[in-house]
């Protein structure tokens, strides 16, 4: 009794793959590679990190002061027109 060797299945030949496929990839790559850039920075220098630091510190130092003084300024004018009921309750 003879085994019958399996059939040798045919080769296929390479296909391009379809454009949404290449397409995807392009896209994925132009969102991805920005946001794998900016971390790989700082392992390549890392004083870079210190200077992002600095100059954000710098800008959030400064919005900082515009918010408390605009609720100081809100709090005071809250101030002075509850001061200004009381005043006219009493009179």
């Known amino acids: 009794m ?8 045919p ?6 793959p379809p454009g949404w496929a290449v397409a995807s990839l392009v896209v994925a790559l ?3 590679g920005p946001l794998a850039a900016l971390p ?18 710098a800008g959030i130092t400064a919005a900082e002061q515009a918010i408390d003084s605009g609720a100081a300024m809100a709090a005071f004018d809250r101030l002075r027109d509850a001061a200004a009921t009381a005043e006219r309750k009493t009179t």
């Open 2 to 9: 003879e085994v019958a060797a399996p059939a040798a299945r």
């Open 11 to 16: 080769r296929r030949a390479w296909r391009r």
């Open 30 to 32: 132009v969102v991805a």
């Open 40 to 57: 790989l920075s700082f392992l390549v220098d890392p004083g870079a990190f210190g200077d992002v630091a600095d100059s954000l510190h």
